[in-house]
């Protein structure tokens, strides 16, 4: 029975590795229909996504590759089925909207299980298009707790990936940790400018002649994650620092929205502190 | 009482016509708040947009102005009150969606009055935005009869501009001659590149390295009006056609989108087959 | 005799500016070719840039502009001739290069009066365009000494502008005052991002997916003068902290081009610590 | 001995090629440095590019390929030594001046043969850098006669590549045919828009706020070779076709200097009418 698979392999660098990998799909007469490798010669590392087609036991396959494989590596055989995400938002629709309508034409390449927010303000846009949301207000609550009660409604999902879409409060490490290379965020700079609060007013301030968006893996170190992606949009001396929040609300959405397609699409490996994009 | 307006005012150009037109300004005590003027030398033309606040009453203001101007003038004194709008779609919802959301969150600059289309498709997301949809079937109808119906229902609201946010039918002279430099397009090539059908497929057999988009008010020449706003995105060889539409699909909503917000902030001169954009 | 002049003014903002000033050139009988005005609201400030045509006395003129100015007004009234300017440089040739060929051509708006560098590597390049090369060594020199030898040759020439094209020392602060918003600097990221030494390295470091150039003036703060022009170019991680750099030049060289064009066609005031760009 | 060579091969598509290219390499204890394979499923042909090092006889790894490859297959094991180019110019010095200066500084990856122009124009340009300068004047000679004394120049050098740096003639089919997928064009404008005489001219008479440049393969069909790279830059309705074309010219030896560093890297595979870039 003719399969689809995308064979993702990271590990040390070692002489061979492209012939022994490639042996494994020609003994079991499949179709390599595209495929990239990168070699980190700084870090000695490889890394490898292949799609290839034909008719296969994923559990052989897997099990044939980890045998020629160096011991460190960390091989992933994904199936085409969709990914589940779950969404955490504050009170801008931009970056939400962006995604809700790619979901409702079917075009986003993952389910949205739920979306979670510390406000309510956009909870009447989500419910327009019949995903659960949940409300959990901040208010009399500490950090933990907060981060608690979100982990709890989490737990009742199972999801690949939490995206942040302007969800604009710091998440504990507690909370990163528990879903590691798990969140992605969208940051309204060109990171790592304007690192912190308020990156279109330092923006204003400074003068610069472009602004920017970032999406990111989200780590333990605020605004410090792998990047995923990035673009910019020219800006002037006429733009108060309201009129580069609006202008740069499209850059937000659309870089938050080549991000999610990149990992969606299994195309993004971690690597430390960077992302290697196939 | 304290009024803002914005003053647009074309005309052949003659010397001294910034000093006269100022001179009525200060002559009634009003701030300019930003002032930009330009001269096409080729043509003999003069454009001036002035935002002014004060108190003044509109129509001795008007006549004010038409007074120290040239006979040809053509003045317009808007005061900011939300324009009006109506879109027509046909099954593509990423560029409607993103106006939908813009306007929900009351973004957007215009109330969008209703929502024609010649396919039922966009019509349950447009529904869930509370925004009335006409669905105006093809079938069986020639081109005019069924223009002459979506002309009914235009007739019955009020609106600054139509905007086609993925109409996908050609429309006939009557229909673009009945509505003057109101109607809006976004086409989905950067023109004069890839004019007519599926310029993607275009773009792909052509093998270019740059797609892209373009806003332009409609006239009787099929992809041959003024042109708003343009821009492009990335393309490489391993892009299908199909990955091209889809990647194309962003750069057409955010083309539309500044398009948009030109045109309905009063910023856009139509000139000869030209914009003048200030 | 018809003459053409640049008039530039800059003062607090008051009501009836544009008035006055149009005023001024209407009773002289001069044509208006171009105008721009921007009021910094936050500041007060008032900035206007006009092109006027016609017979006028520069020295009357003036006068007449200053009668009609607040006290603090910056009037500057350019008749068209060439720009002088004075280039430093250290050993890289790209940026340099990009000017000597714009220079020979005639398409630079400025005459090179010399060039000046703390190393001899370029010397042969710049003989072969006839243009005087002054190479002044640091060897045993305090940086004070180093500079007082270079302000000595400045001293030489007549200039409108020293150049930063690629020079890589750090200017003290009585370099840099003595030759206040006359100094362009070109640096290698799109600044805030990457101050400091070697920023290919640290784009690299950092996983970047877009690197920059930044063209400004110079201040006494390292790499915080007001921004002329900005542009970024897109990475990955298939580049070295080497091929980043290589990369990097030709967005430094078009950077720097545009920003010269703006400031040698006095389109450019410094506003605090930004530009203002006609 | 350890040495370096890229391996390039493009052949009909069949199962197996990377696993049986690789075993190759790997029979003969080669690195794989870096990789890159397309398949383009509609065409069924197959494209890799491998960097590879060690110790092996170049004789003896191109006839092991062969020996695995298909009949059609198209082997070029290239080891790193300077490519040889020839450039043909008229009279603009913007493209000609950028590729002077990196071939000054060792930057280019090329050596430059000689410079071979239908005018005089940029002779003196050309001799401060020492390159033999041909001024081979078109005045009473027929097209073919005076490409034939071209093409007479031509035979005496050695060279990998023309590069066409603002060589402002149409060529004949006879001097194209003569150097198949040799000789790389840059086209002032985003082809296809504008194809033909004065884009500029026809970019601002059709209003567009891009304009661009385009690096291509010459073809027999003017102005449809295959593209190699492009880029645009915003233009706005302030600039004159001049000063369009003054603003392009960036662009311009930019979009040709990133061609030809790929070309001279052996990045790029010609695929009928398109390219493909690793």
Redesign the interface.
């Known amino acids: 029975m003719e399969q689809k698979a995308r064979v993702l392999i990271d590990c040390k660098d070692e002489?061979?590795?492209?012939?022994?990998i490639?042996?494994v799909?020609?003994e079991r007469?499949l179709?390599?229909?595209?495929?990239?490798?990168?070699?980190?010669?700084e870090q000695g590392k490889f890394f490898m996504r292949t799609v290839v087609t034909g008719d296969f036991d994923l559990a052989e396959l897997e099990l044939a590759l980890g045998a020629i494989s160096p011991s460190d590596a960390h091989i992933r055989i994904i199936t085409p089925k969709d990914k589940h995400i779950v969404l955490m938002v504050t009170k801008?629709?931009?970056a939400l909207?962006?995604i809700?309508?790619?979901h409702?034409?079917g075009?986003l390449g993952a389910k949205i299980e739920c979306i979670i927010s510390n406000r309510s303000t956009l909870q009447s846009?989500v419910e327009?298009?019949n995903i659960p949301f949940f409300y959990v207000p901040v208010e009399g609550l500490e950090r933990e707790e907060h981060e608690r009660k979100m982990m709890e409604i989490l737990a009742k999902f199972h999801f690949d990936y939490i995206v942040l879409a302007k969800y604009m409060r710091i998440l504990t490490s507690v909370f990163v940790q528990a879903y590691t290379q798990k969140i992605i965020n969208i940051h309204h700079s060109?990171?790592?400018?304007?690192i912190g609060a308020n990156p279109y007013k330092q923006a204003f301030d400074?003068?610069?002649?472009?602004i920017?968006a970032t999406a990111h893996y989200v780590t333990d170190d605020l605004d410090e994650g792998?990047?995923?992606?990035?673009?910019?949009i020219?800006v002037?001396?006429?733009l108060t620092w309201k009129d580069m929040q609006?202008a740069g609300r499209?850059g937000e959405k659309?870089v938050l929205?080549?991000a999610l397609t990149l990992v969606l699409s299994d195309r993004v490996f971690v690597?430390g502190?960077?992302?290697?994009?196939f």
């Open positions: 002489k061979g590795l492209v012939y022994k490639s042996k799909f020609y007469d179709n390599i229909d595209s495929n990239r490798e990168f070699v980190d010669k801008e629709s931009h909207g962006d809700l309508i790619r409702a034409e075009a846009l327009r298009f060109f990171l790592p400018a304007f400074r003068g610069v002649k472009i920017g792998p990047i995923i992606a990035q673009d910019v020219p002037n001396h006429r609006n499209d659309v929205s080549r690597n502190n960077k992302t290697i994009i």
